[in-house]
């Protein structure tokens, strides 16, 4: 899938966030992995490919998309989206054009 170069204003229709990952001390010599809201944004979503895996003992499907945003230079592989109840971990993202415009954003997401 190619970013296209100039996409219109009307593509963008899902209103995402984007989180991070916080790693908090569990008093135990561990940690507690919680998620923090970083942003709420306007995005591309593309659906690509889907699939079963079995992942515990149960039955897991799997769907590849492509999100693309208005261009951050903050987002990374640790980070992901979140649509309501759907969650997209972020695999790469990808400034496609090299103009800083739009950023591409292959994830995944996991339905149990």
């Given at each position: 899938m190619n970013a296209p170069a100039n996409i219109p204003i009307g593509r963008l229709s899902h209103r995402l966030t984007l989180e991070t990952p916080v790693r908090t001390p569990d008093g135990g010599g561990g940690w507690a992995l919680a998620w923090e809201a970083v942003a709420e944004m306007w995005a591309a979503v593309e659906m690509s490919?889907?699939?079963e895996r079995v992942e515990?003992?149960?039955?897991?499907?799997?769907v590849k998309a492509r999100i693309t945003i208005r261009y951050r230079d903050?987002?990374?592989p640790a980070m992901r989206f979140r649509n309501g109840g759907q969650v997209y971990e972020i695999l790469n993202a990808l400034d496609m054009d090299g103009r800083r415009r739009y950023l591409a954003c292959d994830?995944?997401?996991?339905?149990?």
């Open positions: 490919t889907g699939g515990g003992g149960r039955l897991s499907g799997t903050d987002v990374t994830c995944e997401r996991r339905d149990q």
